[in-house]
Nanobody, 113 residues
Framework: QVQVVESGGGLVQAGGSLRLSCVVSTSIFRLNAMGWYRQAPGKQRELVASITSGGGTTYADSMKGRFTISRDNAKKTVYLQMNSLKPEDTGVYYC???????WGQGTQVTVSS
């Protein structure tokens, strides 16, 4: 059974940084495209950033220049480095194996003003 486990969320002041991690148990992680999603209170889940198996990245417009997605295939881990955080970045962040039904349980990020 594939497991997707996020960590690294927390409470941070505006302008601060957090790094989220997502460990995946699949044996073919290096072939998986991965994505980080965010669900803010009262809003739909949205794609924050994605990374292909080859390392190509995409970002939502509001995250460009502030967030960086990366991966370590040896550790079967994908990261989301979040800098210059804003209160509107608050939400639950989910890790997802793109093209699959596998999601993590989410990690809460709260940015105070």
């Amino acid at each position: 059974q594939v497991q997707v486990v996020e960590s690294g969320g927390g409470l941070v002041q505006a302008g601060g940084s957090l790094r989220l991690s997502c460990v995946v148990s699949t044996s073919i992680f290096r072939l998986n495209a991965m994505g980080w999603y965010r669900q803010a209170p009262g809003k739909q889940r949205e794609l924050v950033a994605s990374i292909t198996s080859g390392g190509g990245t995409t970002y939502a417009d509001s995250m460009k220049g502030r967030f960086t997605i990366s991966r370590d295939n040896a550790k079967k881990t994908v990261y989301l480095q979040m800098n210059s955080l804003k209160p509107e970045d608050t939400g639950v962040y989910y890790c997802h194996i793109l093209g699959s039904t596998h999601w993590g349980q989410g990690t809460q990020v709260t940015v105070s003003s």
